[in-house]
């Protein structure tokens, strides 16, 4: 049991990594998947890159009909962070980790169908895995003395 909940923390951070390293890569273009000049910092819209030349399949019209929208944006940019720091943390494990489930599959709602596979693609495999840590306790985490302050004992939901 002890070294499952290692392996799971060790899943957990390095989600929240992956997460993190987008939002970081898309606020200042650190030149991966966002180039300098298309950064957030820049002055770019983070979300049309891909909604309006990534989606495809039947919710394509919906996805681009929302690139470049404010609200859209900082959701998005919001959501990464927040996601990023609470998995690499281990804190609002649940929250985070059913936030992250909803943003991974509605990326792959965006750009049905996947490439190499008529359903499945990373986003879901990591959308299930995601679910999974949500109900899970982990190793390497601040969980437990989150669960301490006085706000999280009033408001269990951020447990």
Not at 133 to 144: G, I, M, P, Y
Request: charged share 15%; glycine share 10%.
């Amino acid at each position: 049991m002890k070294e499952s909940g290692k392996i799971l923390g060790i899943l957990r951070i390095s989600f929240g990594l992956i997460f993190l390293w987008a939002f970081f890569d898309k606020l200042f273009g650190l030149g991966f998947a966002t180039a300098s000049d298309k950064s957030w910092i820049a002055g770019n819209s983070v979300t049309s890159g891909f909604l309006l030349n990534g989606t495809s399949g039947p919710f394509a019209e919906f996805f681009q009909s929302i690139a470049g929208n404010i609200f859209v944006e900082w959701l998005f940019m919001l959501g990464l962070l927040g996601i990023g720091i609470g998995l690499l943390f281990g804190i609002v494990r649940k929250i985070s980790c059913y936030s992250g489930t909803i943003m991974l599959v509605l990326m792959w709602l965006a750009a049905l169908p996947p490439k190499n596979n008529p359903v499945l693609d990373d986003h879901i495999i990591y959308a299930i895995t995601l679910i999974y840590l949500a109900n899970v306790n982990t190793s390497f985490s601040f969980e437990d003395k989150w669960r301490k302050l006085k706000i999280i004992k009033n408001n269990k939901f951020l447990e």
